[in-house]
C-alpha cells in the first residue's frame, strides 16, 4: 500500500516561508511522478508544484520564484519550500503520487494522481 503523509503546514504572516514535508512509502516505481496540490473550500484542487518521474519541475504561475519543490534522494518524501507567503496562498496542500513518469500534458492535472496525503493547513495573513 501507498502511504503519503504530509507535515509542515501552519499560520504564518504575509512574507512569511513555510516547509511542507511528505513521507512517501509503498511506492513501487523509481520514477514515479510526485506534486503539491492545493485546495480552497468551494474550488476545485489545482496544481502547485510538481516532479516527473526523471526530475523536471513544473510550478504553477503562482508559486514561480517563491516555491521551490524537491524530492528526498531516495524517492521516499518531497518537499515544498515555499517563500515571501501571501495571504492568496491560504489553502489546504496536498501531497500526491503515481507509480509512472507522467507524460508532459498529464503531470500538472489532479486526475493523472491516485495516491493522495491527507493535506496540511497553510493560512497567511496579512
Known amino acids: 500500500q501507498v502511504h503519503l503523509v504530509e507535515s509542515g503546514g501552519g499560520a504564518v504572516q504575509a512574507g512569511g516561508s513555510l516547509r511542507l514535508s511528505c513521507a512517501v512509502s509503498?511506492?513501487?516505481?523509481?520514477?514515479?511522478?510526485m506534486g503539491w496540490f492545493l485546495q480552497v473550500p468551494g474550488q476545485e484542487r489545482e496544481v502547485d508544484a510538481v516532479i516527473d518521474g526523471v526530475g523536471s519541475i513544473r510550478f504553477a504561475d503562482s508559486g514561480k520564484g517563491r516555491f521551490t519543490v524537491a524530492k528526498g534522494n531516495a524517492g521516499n518524501s518531497l518537499y515544498l519550500q515555499m517563500n515571501s507567503l501571501k495571504p492568496e496562498d491560504t489553502a489546504m496542500y496536498y501531497c500526491a503520487a503515481v507509480n509512472s513518469d507522467l507524460p508532459y500534458s498529464d503531470v500538472l492535472s489532479p486526475r493523472s494522481y491516485n495516491y493522495w496525503g491527507q493535506g496540511t493547513q497553510v493560512t497567511v495573513s496579512s
Open positions: 509503498g511506492l513501487t516505481s523509481r520514477r514515479s511522478s
